[in-house]
């Protein structure tokens, strides 16, 4: 069974910073991607960044020049470091890996004052 576990959300006021973290356990051979979703409340859930066993990552539009993705791939983590944030940015974001079938974590709640 894999189990996806984030940390590092929580309050910053716009143009601060946040860097989440997550770490995958479990049975889970290797992974081919590891990233980020988020979803604010009434929207749907959007991919904010992914990144490949490659190292080779993806953003959202939106957070590109902001949000930086990374992975060990020795510990089976990724990071999510997030910059210049925006009131935009709230939302529960959610760690996920794919290695064949997609795993998520519970989410962590980033709030972003103006």
């Known amino acids: 069974q894999v189990q996806l576990v984030e940390s590092g959300g929580g309050l910053a006021q716009a143009g601060g910073s946040l860097r989440l973290s997550c770490v995958a356990s479990g049975s889970m051979f290797k992974i081919n991607a590891m990233g980020w979703y988020r979803q604010a409340p009434g929207k749907q859930r959007e991919l904010v960044a992914t990144i490949t066993d490659g190292s080779s990552a993806r953003y959202l539009d939106s957070v590109k020049g902001r949000f930086t993705v990374s992975r060990d791939n020795a510990k089976n983590t990724t990071t999510l470091q997030m910059n210049g944030l925006k009131p935009e940015d709230t939302a529960v974001y959610y760690c996920?890996?794919?290695?064949?079938?997609?795993?998520w974590g519970q989410g962590t709640q980033v709030t972003v004052s103006s």
């Open positions: 996920y890996i794919f290695n064949g079938k997609s795993y």
